[in-house]
């Protein structure tokens, strides 16, 4: 399977690589969304592999050749910056929710240190009671389901004798 994705992957590149080469050969405009269309991939996979991103880049600033007019069109342009932005935020959300995690990590290790805690093996031993109590509680519940049914065949066998008695 993993080999799969990496023929899958190599295959992808090379599609990219040949539509970069076909659009520089063809004077077109060279654009991220452009590009991935051409190479029948997706956007993101450009901008998973830096180096291909780097050439993209790369091949459309290069100067004109043979005519070529090089433009970056203002859609391309504001698609980038809003595909930028949009990664940026969620990094920045990623990093808030990682800094979030180590300071609970940090303040539960402080807290542990300073001796303000119960220690560890208290703690340890109030769980254990905790779950001696509601193992009580269950067996206090099965105890007294038995004694019920132990009640009722003694009063069922009262009546059976009395009932065998009444015969004779």
């Not at 060279?30 to 996979?45: H, K, M, N, P, S």
């Not at 433009?71 to 959300?93: F, P, W």
């Amino acid at each position: 399977m993993i080999e799969g994705k990496r023929a899958d992957s190599v295959r992808r590149r090379e599609r990219v690589l040949k539509a970069i080469d076909s659009i520089v050969k063809s004077g077109g405009d060279i654009t991220v969304a452009g590009l991935a269309r051409a190479a029948r991939v997706d956007r993101t996979f450009l901008y998973r592999h830096r180096d291909l991103l780097e050439r993209v880049h790369a091949a459309a600033t290069t100067p004109a050749e043979e005519g070529r007019i090089a433009a970056v069109s203002r859609v391309s342009l504001q698609t980038d910056l809003a595909n930028a932005l949009e990664r940026n935020k969620r990094l920045t959300a990623r990093i808030r929710q990682l800094e979030t995690r180590l300071s609970a990590q940090l303040g539960e290790r402080v807290w542990a240190e300073s001796g303000l805690g119960a220690p560890v093996d208290i703690d340890q031993l109030q769980r254990r009671i905790a779950l001696l109590e509601q193992e009580v509680t269950a067996k206090q519940g099965e105890l007294e389901e038995r004694t019920e049914e132990l009640e009722a065949a003694r009063a069922a066998n009262r009546e059976l004798t009395k009932a065998l008695n009444h015969h004779n």
